[in-house]
């Protein structure tokens, strides 16, 4: 079993940014296709931004142009830096991992994290 660490959540006013990291527990950053999802209250989980094992980006519509992942093999990790945050940005943030190619499918994701919670004031 590969657990999936996050952080870097917290309260922020609108416009401010943030940027959440996350670490899988077997070293492999690398070889799994690796997905940001966030789940406001009342509302489905929904994804955010992916990365697949070699590097493609995926973005949700309403973020493209804000958000941006990446990953450090080096370093073990992959973040989510989030720029001009807005009240609707207001969820719990996921890590999730799966050893292929990422989509926006939930359920094909083999491992995720406890979440993150991100908040942002007007």
């Known amino acids: 079993v590969v657990q999936l660490q996050e952080s870097g959540g917290g309260s922020v006013q609108a416009g401010d940014s943030l940027r959440l990291s996350c670490v899988p527990s077997d070293g492999r950053i690398g070889s799994w296709g690796m997905g940001w999802f966030r789940q406001a209250p009342g509302k489905e989980r929904e994804g955010v931004a992916a990365i697949d094992p070699d590097g493609t980006t995926s973005y949700a519509d309403s973020v493209k142009g804000r958000f941006a992942i990446s990953k450090d093999n080096a370093r073990n990790k992959v973040y989510l830096q989030m720029n001009s945050l807005i009240p609707e940005d207001t969820a719990m943030y996921y890590c999730?991992?799966?050893?292929?190619?990422?989509?926006?499918?939930?359920?094909?994701?083999?491992?995720w994290g406890q979440g993150t919670q991100v908040t942002v004031s007007s």
């Open positions: 999730a991992a799966k050893n292929s190619r990422c989509n926006w499918d939930v359920s094909t994701y083999i491992y």
